[in-house]
């Protein structure tokens, strides 16, 4: 009889909100007066508010005081929603149900689902009410508030709720924020509306690796703080790919290797290390299909030259190197095989990637860039370059590229520049490569004794 008295008094957009303020004070009653009924009949009234609104509130546009209808009620509803789960709890703590080895109370589950209820709404009206370039991070505050409260009243299904609504805001501005571009001259909506969603990110990653051990036992387990910190990172290398000219895009994210090895050289967090390697393999495959496929048809000037680009992100490899030999764990072991075990050994050995990676685009770099008559000297230029870096690290597999890229050089003299140079390049390519085939042989020689202690 109340259902059907309130659904007659507050007819329209407004009966949600009456039958869930009846849902909370028969929840009350029951708790005050230790009637369960009464709190199963809570339980019935918020399933049939959820129903309602969701069949006629989305859809109340009009306007009440400058605010519509929707999202007044259906934020009355979620509020209601949110107090009755304070109260449902304990209604019917004595019953148990199992779900997997885990035991839960019926009336935990009961306030879980409550507050499931009203956190999925009220990120509903967010997507019908805001624009669409706000809606994530709409999602992401909301998230942050849920997961807040979670680790501040220790309830595992806010903090879940937050997850989602990261999970969500992270998925979103793939579909619409990475799209927006602005008027030219000002700063893009894709800036100011992802940058706040990396951040919020970063600091539940902070916030999950500050809290206390038994708090989030389980959320460590699952790598839930290495998880929020991966949707920061990628959000940020997605906003470089976005925002930035096509051609500097390897560049950032080579820097963004080089902070990302840095931050895991201070914090000691090898989460970082995994991602400054990814993010290398990025300025690879970028790279090579961008700067050096792409612009070969379409050659760039200035300072989207390849020169400039490709030579910034060479550089940048280069100086991580220094950080990449402070991660390095030589004396761990694999027993691993096959991609297995190269993966793990590129965690243990982080130098060997960046530097491999460094030294193949800048031979690329000069074999497309440089003179044809001009490739093999350069080529030889570097070999010995690489080799005098293998002697000051004492690193036996860089010595060896050095060499590689000198007897590179030998081969391709004898097969292609003997017979296709002119004689001032032929010569000039004899002169220096003998000459760099000295010094190399000299440096063996000074350096005898320190070579066979790594060899």
Not at 214 to 219: M, Q, R, T
Not at 304 to 312: D, L, Y
Not at 347 to 364: H, K, N, Y
Not at 370 to 389: C, D, K, P, Q, Y
Request: proline share 2%; hydrophobic share 55%.
């Amino acid at each position: 009889m109340l259902l059907i008295g309130a659904w007659i008094a507050f007819p329209e957009s407004w009966t949600a909100v009456a039958w869930c303020t009846l849902g909370l004070g028969m929840a009350l009653a029951g708790r005050s007066f230790g009637f369960p009924e009464l709190g199963y009949q809570a339980n019935f009234l918020a399933v049939v508010s959820v129903i309602r609104v969701l069949a006629i509130n989305l859809e109340a546009t009009e306007n009440y005081h400058g605010v519509t209808l929707r999202l007044l009620t259906i934020a009355f509803v979620s509020v209601l929603l949110y107090i009755t789960s304070n109260w449902s709890e304990d209604a019917d703590s004595g019953r148990r149900i199992a779900i997997g080895k885990y035991h839960f109370s019926y009336g935990r589950l009961a306030s879980a689902a409550y507050t499931w209820s009203a956190s999925s709404l009220l990120a509903l009206v967010a997507w019908y009410e805001l624009r669409p370039v706000s809606v994530a991070d709409a999602w992401l505050v909301g998230g942050l508030v849920l997961f807040e409260l979670g680790l501040e009243r220790k309830k595992l299904s806010l903090r879940l709720q937050g997850y989602a609504a990261f999970t969500a805001s992270f998925l979103r501005i793939f579909f619409v924020n990475l799209n927006a571009a602005g008027n030219p001259g000002e700063i893009s909506p894709r800036f100011h509306t992802v940058v706040p969603l990396a951040l919020g990110f970063f600091y539940a990653y902070w916030r999950l690796r500050q809290s206390s051990e038994d708090l989030v036992e389980s959320e460590r387990r699952h790598g839930a703080a290495e998880v929020c910190c991966w949707l920061g990172t990628i959000t940020l290398a997605a906003l470089m790919r976005f925002e930035l000219e096509p051609d500097w895009v390897a560049s950032a994210w080579a820097a963004l290797a080089l902070a990302l090895l840095i931050i895991a050289w201070r914090s000691g967090q090898r989460v970082f290390l995994y991602q400054g390697l990814l993010a290398t393999v990025g300025v690879v495959f970028r790279t090579v299909l961008h700067n050096f496929y792409e612009r070969s048809y379409f050659p760039a000037s200035g300072w989207e030259s390849r020169w400039i680009t490709v030579g910034i992100a060479v550089a940048l490899l280069l100086t991580a190197l220094p950080f990449a030999f402070q991660l390095r764990k030589k004396e761990q072991e694999s027993r691993e095989t096959g991609v297995i075990r190269l993966m793990q050994l590129t965690v243990r050995r982080p130098e060997q990637l960046f530097f491999f990676i460094a030294v193949g685009l800048l031979t690329v770099l000069l074999a497309t860039e440089m003179r044809h008559g001009m490739v093999t000297l350069s080529w030889g230029v570097e070999g010995v370059a690489v080799f005098v870096l293998a002697l000051w690290l004492a690193e036996r597999s860089f010595r060896v590229t050095g060499l590689g890229l000198l007897l590179l050089c030998v081969g391709k003299i004898l097969i292609v520049d003997v017979w296709a140079l002119d004689p001032r390049d032929r010569y000039l390519t004899f002169i220096v490569l003998g000459a760099a085939l000295l010094l190399v042989s000299f440096l063996y020689t000074r350096n005898r004794e320190a070579l066979r202690q790594y060899l």
